[in-house]
């Protein structure tokens, strides 16, 4: 800085030097017009350009630093003073530009600097990595693939740096001139592979936290070393950051800084995924082998984002290698997969993934063994004895407390055809399917019901539960990515994207010696998202100091919901369309070296209410010091799809999804964040507060029905909320030990009428405290990690008693009379994982190989709770989630 003061110094001296020894004002013209004669033989420039000044006694102006080093060979004898400037410049880094006050000022040349960022090994390309020219202030990231450009680089020798997480850093010297081409920058994945291991703090990252406001990346291929539940597992690693809560194991994925997970726009490959779990929540719906980068925005994403009000999860697919052929497989306890990647005449490449459990076709039985002689206990225990109720009064009666653990299956697919036709152009079609089974069935035995039932009294019954639900997503997208000159860049992108789930639940009773059973209860729950997108962005670096993002998108949504309820009742129907055209447009601009700020606007129209939304957005950071910056954003964000939350004070909650319309309007969310972060080669330490107002928020309940004929609309309801919170992250990047610790206070509430009496009331996914802690170290060549997490508990709403009443017709109707929404909470959820992983290497094959312990100390971790009011005693289920469960796994790959 100090230096570049100093020369505008000089060049400010010189000005007023040469304006007072002017003898004229000259114009653009006077280049073309004025003729001199030089002859120079290994001149200095100084002198050359002084010999100009004094024949033409024009205003040539130049900074003596920057001509001293060069000398210059010319014959000019009778030439315009145009022709002799650009035959002394010729062999400098220099050019000349004529002002319009007739100075002629001598600069330095300007050239963009354009590239791809590639994997040395595939030749990938690497989205989002940083380029900066070393030394200096100047910079940018790379796009999603992986193309840069950085603007009017002063010409001579530079060192460019490239930085991306999971790749050591790349540093390429070179010379700066005039039509460069585009470059390529190919780095290094980094990897432990020799007895003397060197750790550097970028080559262990598993987790960067951006100079971003909100903004965290994960490397797909570090977080093998962690942890998990079968393989490595993309959302469970993205759980184990502050302001990301995955300790309700049942969840449908990520609770961002108190948002739900239908409030997360998950994009993979553009297509949009709905449902981003596997087993009940313990597995993400990602294979890890088919993706190559993962960028999460927690809150105050960019304009280019719509449609979510709590954040962003961007997935992008391998592509696969264009040279070489891959093949690889990987096996554990829980499932199987394997990969393979095929070159398609060095311009392409095919990508094929698939992945799928297997307990169900072969190893059920011995999944029920391990289990068993793991926790010493069967999946679907029934135990007789009188427990004390949790909760409010079970209407005076100590319950029959129950668990059960259910039965699942799961698989995945993708696929992925890349092809570049030109330099300038790639085109990708990508494919994903996923789908879940899961099964939840349990028969208790000695069971005695309430007066009223038909069995009561009765000696020796029997009740079964059932409970079906299966869900899954299937989408395709095809992108052109074109490069049409240096600064500008275009992506058209077509989506398609179904999520379908169907729900079964019902009830089963009778004496254990009959064959024949009473169906008591019973509801179906079916819903289904299509969704076809059409997208159209534009990246523009139209100066230095000025990164333009812009585009358009149509998206053609449709939902259907039936639920039904007691076998017959049907308690909400909905076939809906609707349609939503969006156009944003955002400025990243850098008014000094130390400061960058994003201005944008997101302007949707949507269809079902005829209405325009306007959604401003603005974020900063600005570094106070090299390692210490403050950041901050703020914005308006809209969703037009929901998910809604389907009370169930007896079996747990469920959700559908539905469009708004204007019974139901679009939700709204306002964002505030500020935070500070430092950070040197060694830790880095973050800390971000968040603010969230959020309005239109809704819920479905049928406790408020009252009559079988009430319409399905009076049982939605709609309020307010606020989620507010601080969130804390150490992490050290250095050394053999390496990992994080986070920590995040945290608060939402909700305030729909009439629950609560109108009052306020924790939300379902309220949790005060959170606490994750994350280690790995590098003993030899083996990796050892082990996590640890701890959450309040979540609050839920309990049932006091159930009554019946006599209707006119003579029929009997059972009402349930509940406590306080959400009063209560379940226990602390908290458990701690640990793993052990080594690589081993042969001619042709590379072998990874790892142990993981999924709750180690075995802690009964409640998913939901369950009441059974017929019965006498009330029977309490609490439905928990995995004990103590060891998985190994074995992967399989060409080198």
Not at 66 to 71: C, G, L, N, S
Request: hydrophobic share 40%; glycine share 8%; charged share 20%.
């Amino acid at each position: 800085m100090k230096k570049n003061l100093s020369q505008r110094l000089v060049l400010l001296l010189l000005h007023i030097t040469t304006s007072a020894f002017a003898f004229g004002v000259t114009d653009k013209s006077d280049l073309d017009r004025v003729r001199v004669r030089l002859e120079a033989q290994d001149l200095p420039l100084r002198e050359a350009l002084q010999s100009l000044v004094a024949q033409t006694k024009l205003q040539i102006v130049f900074d003596d630093a920057r001509v001293k080093d060069f000398k210059v060979d010319c014959s000019c004898p009778n030439v315009t003073l145009r022709q002799a400037l650009e035959a002394l410049l010729k062999t400098t880094s220099l050019t000349f530009e004529a002002m319009s006050d007739g100075q002629i000022v001598i600069v330095s040349r300007k050239a963009n600097l354009k590239g791809y960022i590639r994997d040395a090994e595939s030749g990938e390309t690497l989205p989002y990595a940083s380029v900066v020219i070393k030394g200096t202030p100047q910079g940018t990231t790379s796009n999603v693939n992986g193309y840069f450009v950085l603007v009017n680089v002063p010409a001579g020798a530079c060192t460019l740096r490239a930085q991306h997480i999971g790749y050591r850093p790349l540093e390429m010297a070179l010379e700066v001139k005039p039509g460069h081409e585009a470059l390529t920058l190919n780095m290094q994945q980094s990897v432990l592979q020799s007895e003397e291991i060197v750790i550097t703090a970028e080559n262990l990252q598993t987790m960067e936290v951006t100079a971003e406001p909100a903004q965290v990346r994960i490397s797909p291929r570090q977080i093998a070393a962690l942890p998990s539940v079968g393989e490595a597992d993309l959302f469970r690693a993205l759980q184990l950051l502050p302001g990301i809560s995955g300790v309700n194991d049942g969840s449908s994925g990520l609770y961002v800084r108190g948002g739900t997970p239908n409030e997360n726009h998950v994009l993979f490959d553009g297509m949009t995924i709905y449902h981003v779990d596997h087993l009940f929540g313990f597995i993400s719906a990602f294979n890890p082998e088919a993706i190559k980068d993962v960028r999460v925005f927690k809150g105050g994403f960019p304009a280019k984002f719509g449609g979510r009000t709590s954040s962003v999860v961007e997935l992008t697919g391998k592509s696969g290698s264009f040279e070489q052929l891959y093949a690889g497989v990987s096996v554990n306890l829980l499932s199987g997969s394997g990969t393979l990647q095929l070159p398609l005449a060095q311009r392409g490449a095919l990508l094929l993934s698939f992945r799928r459990s297997y307990m169900d076709v072969i190893n059920s039985d011995l999944y029920n063994r391990i289990y068993t002689s793991i926790t010493g206990q069967e999946k679907s225990a029934g135990s007789g004895e009188a427990q004390s109720p949790q909760g409010p009064g079970a209407a005076g009666l100590t319950p029959r407390l129950e668990t059960y653990t259910p039965d699942f299956y799961y698989y995945d697919f993708n696929g992925k055809l890349s092809y570049a036709s030109s330099r300038r152009d790639l085109f990708s079609l990508s494919f994903y399917n996923g789908k879940d089974n899961l099964q939840q069935a349990q028969q208790l035995g000695n069971v005695q019901f309430r007066p009223g039932n038909p069995q009561a009294g009765a000696q020796n019954n029997r009740l079964n539960f059932e409970d079906v639900t299966k869900w899954g997503n299937v989408g395709v997208s095809g992108k052109w990515a074109r490069a049409w000159n240096d600064r500008f860049y275009s992506n058209l992108l077509a989506a398609y994207s179904l999520y379908s789930s169907t729900s079964g639940r019902g009830t089963n009773s009778g004496p254990e010696n009959q064959n024949t059973l009473r169906r008591a209860f019973s509801s179906q729950e079916n819903n289904e998202v299509a969704d076809l997108t059409l997208q159209f962005d534009h990246e523009w670096q139209a100066a230095k100091a000025h990164r333009l993002e812009f585009g358009a998108q149509h998206v053609r949504t449709e939902v259907d919901i039936r639920f039904t309820s007691n076998d017959t009742l049907e308690v909400l129907r909905r076939n809906a369309q609707a349609g939503q055209t969006a156009l944003y447009l955002q400025d990243q601009w850098r008014p000094l070296a130390a400061l960058d700020l994003a201005f944008g606007v997101r302007a949707t129209n949507y269809a079902p209410t005829s209405e325009n939304y306007f959604e401003p957005r603005l974020s900063f950071k600005w570094f106070l010091h090299k390692n210490f910056w403050v950041k901050g954003a703020w914005g308006k964000y809209h969703q037009f799809v929901n998910r809604i939350t389907n009370e169930n004070v007896l079996q747990g909650n469920r959700d559908f999804w539905l469009l708004a319309d204007e019974q139901l309007p679009p939700s709204l969310a306002e964002h505030q964040i500020l935070g500070m972060s430092y950070e040197n080669h060694n830790f880095i330490f973050d800390v971000e507060a968040y603010y969230k107002n959020l309005t239109n928020v809704a819920e479905f309940s049928q406790r408020f029905r009252r009559s079988p004929e009430e319409r399905p609309e009076n049982l939605f309801f709609l309020g307010k909320g606020v989620a507010k919170g601080i969130e804390f992250l150490a992490q050290k990047k250095f050394g053999k030990l390496n990992g994080w610790a986070g920590y995040t206070l945290g608060k939402v509430e909700y305030t729909i009428p009439p629950f609560n009496n109108g009052a306020a009331y924790p939300a379902n996914q309220d949790r005060r405290h959170e606490v994750k802690l994350v280690g790995n170290y590098i003993l030899g060549k083996w990796n050892l990690a082990a996590t640890w997490v701890y959450a309040t508990g979540a609050p839920y709403t309990a049932p006091e008693n159930q009554y019946s009443l006599t209707l006119l017709d003579g029929s009997a109707r059972s009402f349930i009379h509940v406590g306080d929404k959400n009063a209560q909470r379940l226990p602390a959820y908290h458990r701690m994982d640990v793993s052990v992983s080594r690589q081993f290497e042969s001619s042709a094959l590379v072998w990874d190989l790892g142990l993981s312990v999924f709750n180690l100390y075995d802690h009964k971790n409640v998913w939901y709770r369950e009441y059974v009011l017929d019965t006498n005693p009330v029977i309490v289920r609490d439905v928990i989630t995995l004990g103590f469960t060891p998985t190994v796994t074995l992967k399989v790959g060409l080198k």
